[in-house]
């Protein structure tokens, strides 16, 4: 069974968190993953999200600017190894 899911990278823990709760506050489904290892970067977790959220999680992005973003990714994951691919505006 094919998941689709997106995930909000961060180099700093903190700021994980701190985004995370932007995005509860708003109402969004999210919460705290580990980092796919094809996100070579990082803290090593990030803030996953429904895609169909994804133009609200940008929005939150752009009103709270949080520092140390690493990206904006589409993670399938349906095999062995998830395949994640950066987020096109």
């Given at each position: 069974m094919m998941e689709?899911?997106?995930i909000a990278a961060f180099r700093?823990?903190?700021q994980v968190l701190r985004f995370e709760d932007a995005?509860?506050?708003e109402g969004?489904?999210?919460g705290v993953v580990t980092t796919p290892r094809a996100v070579a970067l990082g803290?090593?977790?990030s803030v996953r999200f429904e895609m169909e959220d994804a133009e609200s999680v940008r929005r939150?992005?752009?009103r709270e600017n949080?520092?140390?973003l690493i990206g904006?990714?589409?993670v399938e994951h349906g095999g062995v190894r998830p395949s994640v691919m950066p987020l096109r505006r």
């Open positions: 689709n899911y997106g700093s823990r903190q995005l509860r506050r969004l489904r999210v803290c090593g977790l939150v992005l752009r949080p520092g140390n904006l990714y589409r």
